[in-house]
């Protein structure tokens, strides 16, 4: 018997608060090795997921972006990371109000 459509939760690497795919952003190690944000949540690759760029700092400076991801991840990749993280959660605010 099948079972009924189950939401999966994720949890954010940073403060490991839980939530469901759509309350969380996605950052991929793709399979060449390149680690980027995910805006679609679809990218094929390892995921980790965050819920607001002080907790993907926080991931990062803790080594555990890299952990997640099982990749070593440059600084100006997690700038630019952090930078289109805020990108996409201002316009998830302009999409609420």
Excluded: H, W
Excluded at 21 to 44: E, H, N, Q, W, Y
Excluded at 55 to 78: G, P, S
Excluded at 80 to 90: K, N, V
């Amino acid at each position: 018997m099948a079972e009924p459509n189950v939401k999966r939760i994720r949890t954010c690497i940073g403060c490991q608060r839980q939530a469901g795919k759509t309350a969380l952003k996605r950052i991929v190690r793709c399979p060449d090795g390149s680690v980027r944000f995910d805006a679609t949540g679809r990218l094929p690759g390892r995921g980790a997921y965050v819920c607001s760029v002080e907790c993907m700092n926080a991931a990062f400076k803790a080594k555990k972006l890299q952990r997640a991801l099982k990749a070593n991840v440059e600084k100006d990749d997690a700038e630019q990371i952090a930078a289109q993280l805020s990108a996409a959660f201002a316009g998830d605010e302009n999409d609420r109000s």
